[in-house]
Every structure is written in structure tokens, then in C-alpha cells.
């Protein structure tokens, strides 16, 4: 699940008088992601600490001069380097205060971009695509170059990125209403040109995002009818012959296909985050519509929104990404905005991944003193506000702590005493929210050791891992039907009550495992409490039925009520409704109402059921049965607080048992007594449900009366419902 979280402003902004163009050329990094080199569209290029909201240093260049393109800092060096007036190269270090006075050279093409990333070599990107290394560059600046690009070729967007030790130059170009990539590696210098497919009506990419996972290139662009395409090329990709003039197609795969109203975009960007989600500006939130600006993540993966923020004033299209922070330029503002984005699953996508806490809810652990502060001294942290947990533990931190990747490798070889010990370590020293992420690495690395190690099973560890709420079936498949094989059912209970997207094929095989289980080895398993003893309690009322509830009236006359004996179907035993005790053991009957409450789709949940046998049917039916009969007596607690199955569900059941089996169900002889009363009681449902509309539409009738004002000192009025 991707989130964003509360952002801050960075520095202002002065916005040309068109309002077309924020102000800011570019954002790059300089020694790490906390500090940020901001170049603005006329003479200014500032440096910032973001964690600190504060310059540290701004540099100018004369009045009469203009800043080419983004100023980058040069990790080799320690030295900034920029371009001014489209030939002149400027470099200069932290110290130096006049940019003017420092070391410039003057080369005879003007220059596209410089492009300096952390594990490569500054390199100097031409308007003509041809390119140098700063150092080769700077040794001779009169050197003639080569033109890549043609007369009418105009570049659009270039970045620069290190992939398998290789370092390439990714630029876009755009001629005659075709637009093409080229992949420039350096070393050694290859070149290769890729034509992209032509979007309807002609239109060009407004945004391009690259990213190297894999050994394999991912370029996202999005075009200004919202579609947001993906096309993939290999780092060791093939080598054109004949340089740029022979052009490759490059194929693409449509991601997301975003609506943006009956206007098309004019100022968007989409961004690459990670394998899975994509952050995009100036897109009309789906729910809200045109309008309003937004800054939102999708999962590429669900087609789902994760996130969204709306950002005030005016958005220029403009997004950058370091160190899981966003820097947007909106209105007169640069905003950072922090964001997150874990695993990629159909859980987080459906937003039904459960956390044990959110951001906004961590303690606030370092509270400083408003004496120290008033008398200059060190901060210190408050102890009154610091969390109970960590004072208990930082006697232990003396100890060494084992990181989750060192616990991981543990888990391949060690016993499972230890394993237990190295887990319960790990979560006892280390916030919960800081291991949301590592859990299911932890799971799935259990769960590989389980499989192929019949002897290593770690059911505390495993059970512990469940229940941070921060694991769900899609992380870890196969956790579910290793415990059924284990026969650790108070496993199954955790993952059927804490995973929200257990697959209908899981239900119907949990249930299947709970049906043909045996009571007396069900009454050994031990469950969790509050499930067992919402069973005690029902099970422990007195039969009988008193009254009528839920549309059910067990009184002789009523029209609706139909006693079967079982001595008239061939059994010896007479059973009435009252009279019915449960069909299943207490711990049995407890797993089953963890079936109740698993969330499905009926659609899906169909198919499976029929795989039951007819006995697993009958034995479910019988237990529903018995469960609807107690939640209609009156001394059933209805507000009684415990985990337990709601009537709707239980009659939702009823009706898909029956659909998938009815059939088997009416050839089989023992299942006719069932079905009669079964049957009674969903026609008593339905009749209180019809008996229920009609109270509605009354109340309805009653709420859209005018009422009368002059009523006088007397008066009788009459209502008449029915």
C-alpha cells in the first residue's frame, strides 16, 4: 500500500508572468538525498538541506548571462558544475561566493544538458545528440563534433542513468510528428535508435521516467490523453550498424489508461517509483474530476489509485524524485511530500492490508525541554513521553542486534529454537511499523525452509508473524496450506481471521479440512479465546423457542411453521427445531465460524463448493442450522462482544451450500428432513424482509407528508399504515 505523507515547503517560487513555467529549471542531488542543488529559469542556482528547510548556499551568475541548463554537483570532484548562455562551462566548489571569478570554458556547439550520476562519469549531452565526458571535454574545448541528430531533429529529454557497471545517455527526440529514443552507452561508445509507436492524433510524450532493474531498461512516458505506456529495452540490447539512421521499433505495453476528461493534458508528469507504482501529476483525481490539481500514486500492477494529495495553486508539470521524496513546484511553493510504497499485492492494491499502526500514530520520542532550550544547554529527550517499550528494552541494547537480512540467512540453516530466539529479538527491539516491510520476507523465508525441510516447523514463529496484521496471502501463498498439511489449526484461525484476501479454492479447502476433521482430535487443538468462548456460551443455553424472531415463530398455529420428524423419513430419532443440539465438537465449530466470516464473491466461491462432498454438505448444512436456530432465541446475547458470524452471513451460506448441491442434496434421503426445515426458515427470512420493505416505504410516505401548520387548539389525526 503506497502512501503520502504530510509535506513541507522546501523554498519559494517566482513564476514567470505567463504562468506557463514555474521557475525551476531542474532539482539534482549533491553529496547525498538530503541535500539539493534547485537551479532556477534565469540566473540563480541554490543549494538546500531538505531535512532542514534552509539554503546553504547560493550562487549567481551576471545579469547580462542566463543559466542553460540544471546545475549538477560532481561526486568525484566535490565541485558544481553549470552551463551558461548555451557554451559556456562553469565550475566552481562550496566555497567559492562568485561564480563569475571561478574556472569557465567556452565550446564551440551549444549544449543540451550534463549529466552527472552517482557511479558514472560527468558527461556533456550536445543539441546535435553528440556527446563527451566532462574531463575529455575540458581538455580540449575546441573540439569539433559530430552531428547525431538531423537538421530537423529537436531533442526533447535526456537523463543519464549506471546499469550492469555500464553507464548510458537516454535522450528523446521529436521530427516531423515521429518521436525517437536513443541508447547511447559509453564505454564502449555504441548507439542505438528506437522509433516509438504514434499515438492518435499525432501526439508527442509530455513526461519520460527511465529505471534499470534486472539488467533490463523500463522507460514510462505518458502522452496528454492520460495514457501512460511502458516499454522495456536490455542494457546489453542490440548495436546499430550504421549509427542513428537505421531505427528499431520499440514496442510498448499500455499501463495505465488514466481519464483526463474531454481536455487533453498540457502539464503532467508520470514518475517511476518502483517496480510497481507510478507517481503522476496534474491528472484529475478519478473521483473528483477536472478541476483540481492532484499528486497521486497507482499500482501499474491492479490498475489501482493508492494515493492521492491535492496541491494548491497552479501545477506546472514538473515532478522529481530522491530519497522517497517528492519535490513538486505548485503555485509560488516547492513542496517535498515523503512517501511510501510497500510490496506490491493484491491485498495493499485493494487497500485491505491491514497495518498495526500508520504513520501519523508512531510516539513522539524526542521531545526537547523548554529549559534546556532557554538556557542553551543540549536537548535532551523527555522521559515522561518516551514509549514503555523502550525503556524496557534499552538495557538490551548493549547486545548485537541482528538486522532482518541477518535473520533471514538464519533462517535457512538454524534450528528452530533459535529461529524463535533471533524472531522474538528482531520484534522486540525494533519497531512494528519498521518491519511491516520485512515480514513477509520473513514468512516466505520460513515457509521455503518448512517445504523442504519436513521436520523444521516453526508454528509460534510463523504465528507471531500473522499476527502483526501485516501479512496477507498474496505475500506468502503457501503459509495457509502448510498449516493444513501441519494440522496447526490455530494457524488456519489466525490467517482466516487477519489475511483479506484468502482465494475462494483456500476457503473451500479450510472448510473441507474443518468438516472431515475428528472431534476428539479438534477438542486437543488450542484456539483463539475469544472464538471459544462465544461457542461456550451458545452452546451452553437453554434449547427452546421463545417468541418470534427474525421472521421465525416457532407457535403451532403459525401459518409458516412445519414440524418434521425424522421417524417419518426413516429415522428413529424425532428431532424438532427446539430440540436440536450441535452437530460438530466445540473446537470444530469454532474453525467453521471462521468460514462464515472469510470474505468471498460468489461468483468465485461457487465452483469450489461444488467439490464438497454431499456428507460435508449435509454436516454444514446441519451445523447452520443449529446456528440459526440460536441466534433466534431470546436468550441469545446479541450484543454479547466475541468474534462470531452475523445471521446474514449465516443465511448467505445456506443459500450457496444449496445452490451448489441442491441436486445431490434432494436424492439424498438423509438430507430431506434438513431441507424442509431449511426451507421453512428461508421463507420466514424472506417474509421479514418484505414485512421490513413495507415498514420503509411507510416511513418513507410519512417523512415526505407536509405538515400541516394550523392544527388548532384540538386535533385527531389518523395514519393509516397499511
Request: proline share 4%.
Given at each position: 500500500m503506497a502512501a503520502l505523507y504530510e509535506g513541507y515547503t522546501l523554498c519559494g517560487l517566482v513564476p514567470l508572468p505567463n504562468l506557463a513555467n514555474s521557475g525551476i529549471q531542474g532539482i539534482e542531488t549533491e553529496r547525498d538525498g538530503d541535500h539539493v542543488i534547485v537551479t532556477d529559469s534565469f540566473r540563480s542556482i541554490t543549494l538546500y538541506k531538505v531535512s532542514d528547510q534552509k539554503p546553504l548556499g547560493s550562487w549567481t551568475v551576471k545579469q547580462d548571462n542566463s543559466l542553460s541548463c540544471p546545475a549538477v554537483y560532481n561526486t568525484q570532484t566535490k565541485e558544481y558544475v553549470a552551463v551558461t548562455d548555451n557554451k559556456v562551462i562553469r565550475i566552481w566548489k562550496e566555497e567559492d561566493i562568485l561564480i563569475d571569478k571561478t574556472f569557465k570554458a567556452t565550446v564551440l556547439s551549444d549544449i543540451w544538458r550534463i549529466h552527472c550520476v552517482a557511479g558514472g562519469d560527468p558527461v556533456v549531452l550536445f543539441k546535435s545528440g553528440a556527446f563527451r565526458l566532462l574531463d575529455s571535454l575540458l581538455a580540449a574545448p575546441r573540439q569539433t563534433l559530430e552531428e547525431v541528430l538531423d537538421s530537423d531533429e529537436t531533442l526533447r529529454w535526456s537523463t543519464s542513468i549506471v546499469a550492469e557497471n555500464q553507464q548510458f545517455v537516454?535522450?528523446?527526440?521529436?521530427?516531423?510528428?515521429?518521436?525517437?529514443?536513443?541508447?547511447?552507452?559509453?564505454?564502449?561508445?555504441?548507439?542505438?535508435?528506437?522509433?516509438?509507436?504514434?499515438?492518435?492524433?499525432?501526439?508527442?510524450?509530455?513526461?519520460?521516467?527511465?529505471?534499470?532493474?534486472?539488467?533490463?531498461?523500463?522507460?514510462?512516458?505518458?502522452?496528454?490523453?492520460?495514457?501512460?505506456?511502458?516499454?522495456?529495452?536490455?542494457?546489453?540490447?542490440?548495436?546499430?550498424?550504421?549509427?542513428?539512421q537505421n531505427s528499431l521499433p520499440l514496442p510498448r505495453n499500455l499501463l495505465l489508461a488514466l481519464n483526463v476528461g474531454k481536455d487533453q493534458l498540457n502539464a503532467a508528469s508520470a514518475l517511476l517509483l518502483d517496480d510497481a507504482h507510478v507517481a503522476i501529476i496534474g491528472v484529475p483525481h478519478p473521483s473528483v474530476g477536472a478541476g483540481k490539481d492532484f499528486l497521486c500514486i497507482w499500482n501499474t500492477n491492479f490498475q489501482t489509485l493508492q494515493a492521492g494529495k491535492e496541491m494548491a495553486g497552479k501545477i506546472f508539470g514538473q515532478l522529481w524524485c530522491f530519497s522517497n521524496k517528492l519535490f513538486i513546484p505548485h503555485g509560488k511553493t516547492l513542496s517535498v511530500i515523503p512517501y511510501e510504497c510497500s510490496k506490491s499485492s493484491l491485498a495493499s492494491a485493494l487497500g485491505k492490508l491491514k497495518q498495526s499502526r500508520t504513520e501519523e500514530s508512531r510516539p513522539l520520542l524526542s521531545v526537547p525541554s523548554w529549559s534546556n532550550i532557554l538556557h542553551e544547554e543540549n536537548i535532551q529527550t523527555s522521559r515522561t513521553l518516551e514509549p514503555r517499550k523502550l525503556r524496557s528494552t534499552r538495557r538490551s541494547q548493549l547486545s548485537p542486534i541482528l538486522t532482518v537480512?541477518?535473520?533471514?540467512?538464519?533462517?535457512?540453516?538454524?534450528?528452530?529454537?533459535?529461529?524463535?530466539?533471533?524472531?522474538?529479538?528482531?520484534?522486540?527491539?525494533?519497531?512494528?511499523?519498521?518491519?511491516?516491510?520485512?515480514?513477509?520476507?520473513?514468512?516466505?523465508?520460513?515457509?521455503?525452509?518448512?517445504?523442504?525441510?519436513?521436520?523444521?516447523?516453526?508454528?509460534?514463529?510463523?504465528?507471531?508473524?500473522?499476527?502483526?496484521?501485516?501479512?496477507?496471502?498474496?505475500?506468502?501463498?503457501?503459509?495457509?496450506?502448510?498449516?493444513?498439511?501441519?494440522?496447526d489449526y490455530f494457524l488456519c484461525q489466525l490467517c482466516l481471521q487477519f489475511f483479506p484476501d484468502i482465494p475462494?479454492?483456500?476457503?473451500?479447502?479450510?472448510?473441507?479440512?474443518?468438516?472431515?476433521m475428528q472431534d476428539n482430535d479438534a477438542a486437543k487443538v488450542n484456539l483463539e479465546p475469544d472464538s471459544v468462548s462465544f461457542m461456550e456460551t451458545l452452546i451452553a443455553r437453554e434449547h427452546g423457542l421463545v417468541g418470534s424472531q427474525n421472521g421465525f415463530n416457532d407457535s403451532s398455529t403459525s401459518e409458516n411453521h412445519l414440524v418434521v420428524t425424522m421417524t417419518e423419513l426413516g429415522e428413529e430419532k424425532t428431532a424438532t427445531p427446539s430440540e436440536q443440539s450441535c452437530p460438530v465438537g466445540l473446537k470444530k465449530a469454532v474453525l467453521l465460524n471462521e468460514i462464515l466470516q472469510t470474505a468471498y464473491s460468489d461468483d468465485l466461491l461457487l465452483p469450489h463448493l461444488k467439490d464438497l462432498s454431499s456428507q460435508h454438505v449435509i454436516l454444514f448444512l446441519r451445523y447452520l442450522h443449529f446456528l440459526y436456530l440460536k441466534y433466534n432465541q431470546d436468550t441469545f446475547p446479541h450484543s454479547h462482544g466475541y468474534r462470531s458470524p452475523s445471521v446474514e452471513q449465516i443465511m448467505d451460506w445456506v443459500c450457496l451450500l444449496l445452490d451448489a448441491h441442491f441436486t445431490v442434496l434432494v436424492m439424498t434421503s438423509e438430507a430431506k428432513g434438513l431441507l424442509l426445515n431449511l426451507h421453512t426458515y428461508i421463507r420466514s427470512q424472506v417474509k421479514l424482509f418484505s414485512e421490513l420493505g413495507k415498514v420503509e416505504g411507510s416511513l418513507q410516505e410519512l417523512q415526505q407528508m407536509k405538515i400541516k401548520q394550523d392544527v388548532g387548539q384540538y386535533s385527531i389525526e389518523v395514519i393509516e399504515l397499511f
Open positions: 537516454i535522450f528523446t527526440t521529436e521530427q516531423k510528428g515521429d518521436n525517437f529514443l536513443y541508447l547511447q552507452k559509453l564505454k564502449p561508445n555504441t548507439l542505438q535508435k528506437y522509433r516509438l509507436e504514434r499515438e492518435s492524433s499525432g501526439l508527442a510524450p509530455l513526461s519520460f521516467s527511465v529505471a534499470c532493474r534486472d539488467q533490463l531498461i523500463h522507460i514510462l512516458y505518458l502522452y496528454p490523453n492520460g495514457h501512460v505506456y511502458q516499454s522495456v529495452i536490455s542494457a546489453w540490447g542490440p548495436r546499430s550498424e550504421d549509427g542513428s537480512e541477518q535473520v533471514l540467512e538464519l533462517v535457512k540453516t538454524a534450528s528452530i529454537e533459535e529461529v524463535q530466539k533471533k524472531v522474538e529479538e528482531l520484534f522486540s527491539r525494533t519497531e512494528t511499523q519498521d518491519l511491516n516491510q520485512s515480514v513477509g520476507q520473513l514468512a516466505s523465508g520460513l515457509v521455503s525452509r518448512c517445504l523442504a525441510d519436513a521436520a523444521f516447523y516453526p508454528s509460534t514463529t510463523l504465528a507471531q508473524l500473522v499476527n502483526t496484521q501485516s501479512l496477507c496471502h498474496s505475500v506468502c501463498p503457501e503459509l495457509v496450506q502448510l498449516a493444513l498439511e501441519k494440522k475462494e479454492y483456500v476457503t473451500c479447502i479450510c472448510l473441507k479440512a474443518f468438516t472431515s
